[in-house]
């Protein structure tokens, strides 16, 4: 794992939300589980916090708004570092980062695996409904039907590796899929891949089969 990688990263809007507490708790659970297998991703996110705090220090000395006690307060209930001490103390699975075992129930062993067909399976996570977390995974060789999205997708590979139209995407990797984007992810033929996928909207499939059978899977 020390030789890990990682080549597609964080946005500066998503660090920047993770650090000021404003994302949803899916898109929080994601950047999270990045910045835990992402060495770079972390410093940004502890500069970010480091600014933030010294904002709040000196928050006496200027002119605040109504709302800025309110702001600072959620900045520190919501702050990742109190987060960050918490899970060096969880133990360690080899394929799922600390943010999501509690998520799934203490080991990948304990995901709760739904077959969605073509033997990709799933298992949606518990967050708040603003956007869904779901946990896929995809036999070796195996591709992930053409779809479009209403609103973004984000997908960090935690086993295997993935290829679709932006690149190659391995252990660590972080794809960020926008509304505009279509793309066909095809799993390595090496190793099955497992993969967490946030989406703040359902997907849309071009093919008439998926169409039919999406508002039974929950994709
Ligand atoms: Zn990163």
Redesign the pocket.
């Known amino acids: 794992m020390t030789t890990m990688k990682?080549t597609h990263?964080?946005t500066d809007d998503l660090i920047l939300g993770y650090s000021a507490g404003t994302l949803t708790e899916a898109v929080n659970l994601i950047v999270a589980s990045?910045i835990s297998l992402?060495d770079?991703?972390r410093a940004a996110v502890e500069s970010y916090d480091a600014v933030g705090g010294a904002v709040i220090e000196t928050a006496d000395t200027v002119a605040v708004s109504d709302d800025c006690l309110d702001g600072a307060l959620a900045l520190i209930r919501k702050s990742p570092a109190t987060g960050a001490t918490s899970e060096k103390k969880r133990r360690n699975d080899p394929v799922l980062p600390a943010p999501l075992l509690d998520y799934v129930g203490g080991s990948l062993d304990d995901v709760k695996w739904r077959s969605v067909g073509m033997g990709v399976k799933q298992a949606i996570l518990k967050t708040s409904p603003e956007a869904t977390a779901r946990l896929l995974f995809i036999p070796a060789g195996t591709a992930i039907p053409d779809h479009g999205h209403n609103g973004m997708e984000l997908t960090l590979v935690l086993k295997g590796a993935f290829q679709d139209e932006d690149g190659r995407f391995a252990r660590g990797d972080i794809e960020i899929a926008s509304e505009d984007m279509h793309h066909t992810p095809i799993a390595d033929l090496s190793e099955d891949c497992i993969c967490l996928a946030v989406t703040d909207a359902p997907l849309q499939f071009r093919g008439l089969l998926p169409r039919l059978v999406q508002p039974f899977v929950k994709i």
């Open positions: 990682i990263h964080l990045h992402c770079e991703c």
